[in-house]
């Protein structure tokens, strides 16, 4: 909600923290400290697609357009 989206899904961010938290408890040496931001910003960005909130998604991901999102790939 504070990224903008109207619609959220609280069961799918509570499944990627838990299995974020248990792979840091099973191989913590091998566990990327920033994965869950990383994961967490790809869950809202694609969250806001999927409900067709593009133009915040867009703005999430720093974008200023959708042609924009050609240019880095």
Same mark, same amino acid.
């Given at each position: 909600? =504070?990224?903008?989206?109207?619609?959220?899904? /609280?069961?799918? =961010?509570?499944?990627? =923290?838990?299995? @974020?938290?248990?792979?840091?408890? $099973?191989? /913590?040496d091998l566990?990327d400290?920033? $994965? !869950? !931001?990383?994961?967490?910003?790809?869950?809202?960005?694609?969250?806001l697609? &999927?409900?067709g &909130? +593009?133009? +915040?998604?867009?703005? !999430? $991901?720093?974008?200023?357009? $959708?042609d924009?999102? @050609? !240019?880095?790939?």
């Open positions: 909600t =504070v990224a903008g989206a109207t619609r959220t899904d /609280p069961g799918s =961010v509570l499944a990627l =923290v838990h299995g @974020y938290l248990l792979h840091a408890l $099973a191989a /913590p566990v400290p920033d $994965a !869950l !931001l990383r994961g967490l910003r790809a869950l809202v960005i694609g969250t697609v &999927e409900s &909130e +593009v133009s +915040v998604a867009l703005r !999430l $991901a720093g974008r200023s357009s $959708a924009d999102a @050609y !240019l880095t790939t």
